[in-house]
């Protein structure tokens, strides 16, 4: 029998050179989560300006209680992006491996170029389907596994570093 701290969690970087498609599929998925037809640990939109770096236009801080954690853009773009990417918040690491980091920091700086947006959702394995569904309208869309564990141990990091997110 698996538990719950058993089940795989997916890390999903959607790319998008159309703000107007990244807010369309932000708004499916964020729909999904206040919904309550998925569970998702974290999510944000983000866009990277002319410069390179990563900003935060959205978080799912509305999002039913227990069902994503709160101000989670700041967990997601500091554990997924270099901070030298990053435009602002303290970030926490331990969600990737330093590999795995590497791997997506490529994908970033080839997937989501200068003036493009992204959406970065962080779900369980079940869920997953419906994720990449609400995440239809971007031009590219990778997938990272990521253990339950990480996750916790990587938001326990981020709420000592953001006590008042």
């Given at each position: 029998m698996t538990g719950e701290s058993d089940l795989p969690v997916g890390l999903y970087v959607a790319a998008y050179s159309d703000s107007d498609a990244a807010?369309?599929?932000?708004?499916?998925i964020h729909e999904l989560a206040?919904?309550?037809?998925i569970t998702v640990e974290a999510l944000v939109?983000?866009?990277?300006?002319?410069?390179?770096?990563i900003h935060e236009e959205e978080t799912a801080d509305d999002v039913p209680a227990g069902n994503v954690l709160g101000a989670a853009g700041g967990l997601l773009t500091g554990?997924?992006?270099?901070?030298?990417?990053?435009?602002?918040?303290?970030?926490a690491g331990g969600l990737v491996s330093h590999d795995e980091k590497k791997e997506i920091k490529a994908e970033v700086a080839n997937d989501l170029p200068a003036a493009s947006s992204g959406i970065v959702v962080l779900v369980e394995?079940?869920?997953?389907?419906?994720?990449?569904?609400?995440?239809s309208r971007s031009d590219f869309l990778s997938t990272h596994r990521v253990?339950?564990?990480?996750?916790e141990h990587a938001k326990t990091e981020f709420q000592a570093l953001n006590p008042n997110p």
């Open positions: 807010r369309a599929d932000w708004a499916d206040c919904k309550e037809v939109l983000i866009r990277r300006d002319c410069d390179g770096k554990i997924v992006f270099p901070p030298a990417m990053v435009a602002s918040r303290p970030y394995g079940r869920w997953a389907a419906k994720a990449v569904e609400a995440l253990d339950r564990r990480s996750v």
